[in-house]
């Protein structure tokens, strides 16, 4: 099967994520435009990119007055923008301001006022709404609230239209889909290594939605519904019976789910099926570990595909060799290294990088990405240096996803190992110094590990 | 004669935080000086031979007064003459008439009587007193030094009020402030919010600016924070507000001054002492600045060094969304 067979099959199960192709703008364009986000030729890609950049700049400087006023602060306007050079000019909004909300009826207008364009009509009950309560009143209106992150004790809370949504589900699903060719196939069953999406808002959790849509039978490792007050008695300051008795529950259910993965594993290597890991690889690290313990293992072969995201973070203070854990994979479940591939994305952005099959390099998808790595000054460096990760997101409609990052990183102006033209990310990546860590598997390893630990 | 309905409109009594702080601060005091009698009496003056605070020169003329100098007449709120802050002395209003009030914009009046208080008059502990005294004398707490830019913008016509709150400050601040003398420390740390904090805020354009006028560019340059400009907070960047204690008020509070009063006739060698390091660290401050390439140039490298800038988000009601309860 070739390329644009193999694509066109997954374009068929994602369609609900595409909208009309006459109401496609210059974010359409340059998203759901390209075949394979990670082969288009650079030129094209910094034009469709400049486009869609250009386009969400003069939308958020227009409608959200909040980045008006920033924008005007720094002195830049839509008519300084006139050409892909000058987006770096484009004024970037530090991740940390997404954590920096207030509580009860100030939480509510807060993400109103973080929006931009019109919002649906949002009831919210309660004289103290609680974040959860906010949270809930602003999707049942039909807007995706998501949050993020707790792990320094504040969640990061973006709020997304249905249309950026769809863009942040599509936009990860086919670059994997781009990077696994030709391993993907919507046959394959799936084991998510993350909360259930439909039960929580919780952005580790939510991303996951289409996998639903591209894979055959998904269970999830994390069936229970997720808010940001179990995740406050989960992490550790629940105290009194309600706290404990959540704890108790959870360390009960954490325990069975390695056991869980295991079974799935077992049963579907007997019927042959395709099998797909997406999520924390701090649980696939787990399995893998009992299976060693048990002295057992599996070789699925081309049938498998592991998906990781989101850090890697076994303990408080030891991190996993990416290396190591694919060599383990490979021993134990017998996928092979290329078939076992990194994801690096964060709730702030619809911004998917996705590792390379060849070399695992994060690729940048800079057909609607314009990528920069900051120096402590939070000036823009070149290719090859080595600084904080900030981006510019042509795909974002609902709030200005101009956004400097907490995470270190070299930026390569191509993948040193495969052919794909477009900039690369190191692998490795980690927090700038006096950071706490954080990422979708450093959420789902607390959540989880802290209760199997006890 | 001050008639009660003006105590009352006035805000010249203290409201419930400010009365709760001033029962926490005193209940302390008063077990530190109970439990440290010795030291205090060791501490209370500077010994013969010890370091001295002499206080530097006034930094700037003090206009002569004329007729026909304007001040603002209105009886209005924010605009009308509070304890210790009369914008109708003829000091105040010679200042102000040469900083260009009723001659330039709101805007721009702000600005000037702004770096006016933060760059030419001194910060130094003292007793609370009369705005016209502060000028004359150039130099003050906080409190003096909101109060002369209160009383400034309020002669011009613009309104401005006092913000006030308990705060935890930073590291580089408690060396300084707290560190140099053992009974503040021990007060400080007993209970860590007695210190009360204040900043200016003054309406123009429709909006609360808040005015931070207290700290010298040597100053800041020593404790490591960047050289604020008018619009922005003390709040967040050097001091932390604790939670349930902000106050806005048109008058400084009775009860304000005796405190302080009664501060220094406890402990006077322990503000003396605080003065000296204070001064040290504005020369200190001074150097670093000269190092840095001069004032903006360390005030660049003070804004990269704090982080990127962060929008400013204003919590507007917004139609669609609804509140039940």
Redesign the interface.
Known sequence: MGYAEYISEFETLVSRYVPERSSWGPPEQALYGPTDPYRVPTEEANDLCFKAVKFQFDRHYHHN???H??CQ??GVGPEDIKAYEDLSKI????N??FK?C?TG??F???L???YTG??????????N?SADQVVSAFNDAGLFVLFSSGTGGRHTFTPRDKRSFDMNEYAMAKGVAAMFCPTWNPRMNGYLLLPNPFKTNLFAGKLATIFYDIMNEVESAVDRKIDTELIRLTMGDGKGVKGRMIKYISKKRSRKTIDDIISWIEQNDKEGKGMAFVGAPFLLFSTIKKLKEQGRSFDLGDRGAVLTGGGWKLHEDQRMPESEFRKDVESVLGIKPKNVIDLYGMVEGNVWLTQCPEGHYLHIPNCYVYPMVLD???RPLGYGKLGRFAFLDGTMYSYPGFI?TNDRVRLLERCPVCGRPGPVLEPGVTRVPGKESRGCAEEVRKIISVDMKR | MTTLAEIKSNGYMPQRAYLRLMVNGGLSLSKVILLNMRELRRLRVVPADGERYNRPARQYEVPVFKEGMRSCSSREKYLRPTLFCDPHDPVVVAIAHELGAFQVSDRQFTENAYHFVKERMLLEERQINDVRETLMRGSGTCFHLITAFIALCRCAGIKARYKIFAMNMIRSWYDVVIQPDPFIKKWYDSLGYFVLEGEGEVLVDGEWLVANVGPEAEWQAATGTTITKLGEDSIGNWFNAVPGTMMRMESLPYGLKASLDLLHTIAPGSMERVNISMAAQKERGRKILIEAGGLEAYDRLAR??Q????????????D??????
């Open positions: 007055r909040m980045y006023d920033f602060e720094a004024p970037l909004i530090p940390e301001f920096d207030p009826k100030d509510a207008l807060w109103g006022n973080l019109e919002l649906p009509q949002i009831r919210i009950k309660g004289t709404p402590d000054s939070y400097i | 990269a060094r982080g990127p800038r962060m929008p400013k988000l204003k919590l507007e009601s917004r669609q969304i609804t509140f039940d309860g």
